[in-house]
């Protein structure tokens, strides 16, 4: 049977096939590399390796080693034992080989070149710590004291050896805590009415570089239900909202009001490099109780994770970021990649599987989510033998005309780019019509002779089932019909055939004077 032109030779609206493979999207949007470092964490002088976005950078990329001690970026940097430690750590060099990898520049450093630069920032680094780190009784700090002790410190010490004298004070007292939770009820502590803005920032970098540690997120957030719940308690904190479970530790309670108060930013990175963390493991986000491989499964997670997308939107945009979204995407990705989509899809029709593809496409939420799943639909819609296997399992020309209006109706609805949605529809009315015309369906009814009245009204009820697809077909079909209908020997026909006395006789007819835009027949005498 002839059909429409290939759909692989139709013009494209721009939008190449290839455009949104998935397997390479997969790659693109990998969340195991973080986004690249900013030129503020990219440190050549001592100083620099002590600023946020470098301390950030140390709780990332030595997060194993740091949990493994339970200490933070700053208790690193400002105590010997930790940095001496950390040279005779059996994963230094891949770490340190990683982090150059990352922050060469093409014509201005090479990966060799920033090694060097690593290693040397990180003896110079040890030998200021050795130089400054406080020694002596363990300190006792309560808030009034903090806000005293900051405010005569950068009066007398402004700038960098001021702040590097607190944090080493800090880094001395929090030491003695070894609970991840007493932690940071201890640093969350220090927040009192006098503290200056100076003293604000130095708590504010410690709690973030907590909560980027995935021990303290596990402590603090561990009672809610599932990896959704524990993100969407996360999404709370860092807008300032407190959890009311009953098994939130009351902590949170603290940091939510300091998150607020202070519009704590390194509170927030810490929330959001914690949240970047549980979206990179595989746990799912819905907690189905569907088979693994069936499509109630991806679709229970496509809809928690369009759930998730909502609850991480904030202010305009999202919480972590660029890398929260692609992240997001790359779960999308795992659930439509390679063999866990041909699982779902495995021995399903051609058409069964359009229908599922358009399922999973008007759940998902996301630009790069929904091209993935566009990528597999336009396989399916723009095969070469897309007729044929659509028609494999539907036998009869009653099913086929059915299945192509179905699947018009199912794309017209869909939230593909508006150029595909409408080629497609146009795609799938041009294979209907030429199934019309090559098998002569139409000439059942034609014009130029009388048709039977159940002819007739068999195509009427084809056109009130929607069986024609929105184009040149339901056109035609509707003139027919029409044509038909107003005609002295049908009505005949038909009244004739009409046995109950008690029914109206125009009343079977409207649903058919309805679908081709007649008014309804009034009593008409036999």
């Known amino acids: 049977m002839s059909a429409v032109p290939p759909p692989s030779s139709l013009p494209t609206d721009g939008i190449p096939i290839g455009a949104y493979d998935v397997d390479a999207l997969l790659g693109e949007l990998s969340g195991d590399a973080p986004e690249e470092s900013p030129e503020s964490a990219v440190c050549v002088r001592v100083e620099e390796v002590f600023a946020p976005a470098a301390r950030f950078l140390i709780a990332e990329e030595l997060a194993e080693f740091l949990e493994a001690r339970g200490i933070t970026p700053t208790e690193f940097l400002h105590k010997v034992e930790p940095q001496r430690s950390f040279l005779d750590w059996p994963r230094r060099a891949q770490v340190l080989e990683r982090v150059a990898q990352r922050q060469a520049r093409p014509g201005r450093r090479s990966p060799a070149m920033r090694l060097e630069e690593l290693k040397r920032l990180e003896q110079e680094v040890l030998a200021v710590t050795a130089r400054r780190a406080h020694s002596g009784a363990a300190l006792s700090i309560d808030a009034k004291q903090f806000a005293a002790t900051v405010a005569q410190t950068m009066a007398r010490t402004p700038g960098f050896a001021g702040r590097h004298t607190i944090d080493c004070w800090l880094s001395a007292w929090l030491g003695e805590g070894r609970n991840h939770e007493l932690r940071l009820v201890r640093i969350l502590s220090l927040d009192g009415d006098g503290l200056s803005g100076e003293g604000i920032a130095t708590l504010d970098q410690i709690v973030g570089e907590m909560l980027a540690n995935g021990l303290v997120v596990e402590a603090l957030f561990g009672w809610a239900d599932g990896l959704r719940g524990v993100l969407d308690a996360m999404a709370m904190v860092w807008r300032g909202e407190a959890p009311s479970h009953p098994d939130a530790p009351a ?16 509170a927030r990175l810490g929330l959001e490099a914690g949240v970047h963390h ?104 723009e095969a070469r033998d897309f007729t044929q296997r659509l028609f494999e399992t539907a036998r009869t020309p009653r099913a086929r005309i059915k299945a192509l209006a179905d699947l ?18 146009r795609m799938l009315d041009e294979i209907q019509n030429t199934f019309l015309r090559t098998n002569k369906v139409f000439a059942r009814i034609a014009k130029d002779r009388p048709p039977h009245v159940d002819e007739v009204m068999e195509f009427a009820s084809l056109l009130a089932e929607g069986a024609f697809t ?24 038909y009244l004739a055939r009409c046995k109950d006395a008690t029914e109206q006789p125009g009343r079977p007819l409207r649903p058919v004077l309805r679908h081709i835009g007649r008014r309804r027949p009034g009593r008409c005498a036999p």
């Open 251 to 266: 902590v949170l309670h603290r940091l939510s009001a300091f998150v607020t108060r202070h519009q704590a930013r390194a």
């Open 408 to 425: 018009q109706r199912r794309v017209a609805r869909s939230t593909l780019p508006d150029g595909l949605r409408e080629r497609y529809v």
């Open 278 to 381: 549980a979206l990179l493991g595989d746990a799912p986000l819905s907690g189905t109780k569907a088979e693994p491989n069936s499509v109630a499964a991806v679709l229970d997670e496509l809809s928690a994770i369009g759930l998730l997308a909502a609850r991480l939107t904030a202010k305009g945009g999202v919480i972590g970021g660029e890398r929260t979204t692609r992240l997001i995407d790359r779960r999308v990705a795992l659930l439509l990649s390679g063999a866990r989509l041909e699982a779902v899809l495995h021995a399903k029709s051609h058409y069964a599987r359009i229908v599922d593809l358009l399922a999973f496409e008007g759940a998902v939420s996301g630009e790069r989510s929904r091209r993935m799943i566009v990528a597999h639909l336009r396989r399916h819609l």
């Open 470 to 493: 929105e184009g040149k077909c339901v056109a035609a079909a509707r003139e027919l019909v029409g044509h038909h209908v107003r005609s002295t020997a049908f009505l005949r026909g």
